[in-house]
Nanobody, 123 residues
Framework: QVQLVESGGRLVQTGGSLRLSCVAS????????MGWFRRAPGKEREFVAL????????RYAESVKGRFTISRDNGQNTVYLQMTNLNPEDSAVYYC????????????????WGQGTQVTVSS
């Protein structure tokens, strides 16, 4: 069974940068398409970024395009989310998720989730 553990979230000022990491254990991450999602207080969970198994295909939500970069290191069993030019609307719990079969932005199609890491952007 794969376990996902996110880290890197913290309090940062508007305009700042963070890099989130998602480390997998139990199985090699190269078998999975990986997504980052986030949930802000009072809002539904939303798609942020997606990367396929070999890193050759990537998608972003419009709200983060040009500011966030998803990447993966299959040798390290890790997926990253580099976030720049952060603003208060980016404040949320960020989750990584794994999907073995489907390359999709739909969160309900992901069966494996981490516990989340809190990102707070102060104005």
């Amino acid at each position: 069974q794969v376990q996902l553990v996110e880290s890197g979230g913290r309090l940062v000022q508007t305009g700042g940068s963070l890099r989130l990491s998602c480390v997998a254990s139990g199985r090699t991450l190269r078998s999975f398409n990986m997504g980052w999602f986030r949930r802000a207080p009072g809002k539904e969970r939303e798609f942020v970024a997606l990367i396929n198994k070999d890193g050759g295909s990537i998608r972003y939500a419009e709200s983060v395009k040009g500011r966030f970069t998803i990447s993966r290191d299959n040798g390290q069993n890790t997926v990253y989310l580099q976030m720049t030019n952060l603003n208060p609307e980016d404040s949320a719990v960020y989750y990584c998720a794994a999907n073995e079969k489907t390359y999709t932005t739909l969160d309900y199609l992901y069966s494996l989730w981490g516990q989340g890491t809190q990102v707070t952007v102060s104005s």
